[in-house]
């Protein structure tokens, strides 16, 4: 179910083409997530058990009130 648009795609999300240096091609499950109620969220290699309680109950929290979670 993973699908891949390019940067020269017409459903690339307007707000990635003006950042710098936005990425080439885009990896995704599902559908692109409307990026203007989404949050960024990148982890450790090393998690701990606090981390992952916390994190799991922030993305938790934010997916229930309509934000999209990018992680990377």
Do not use: C, M, W
């Amino acid at each position: 179910g993973i699908q891949v648009i390019s940067l020269y795609d017409n459903a690339y999300p307007e707000v990635l083409k003006n950042i710098y240096h936005p990425p080439v091609l885009l990896y995704f499950v599902g559908k692109i997530p409307d990026l203007n109620s989404s949050i960024g969220i990148v982890g450790t290699r090393q998690v701990t058990g606090y981390g992952r309680l916390v994190t799991k109950s922030l993305t938790e929290g934010l997916v229930d009130r309509g934000f999209s979670i990018i992680s990377g």
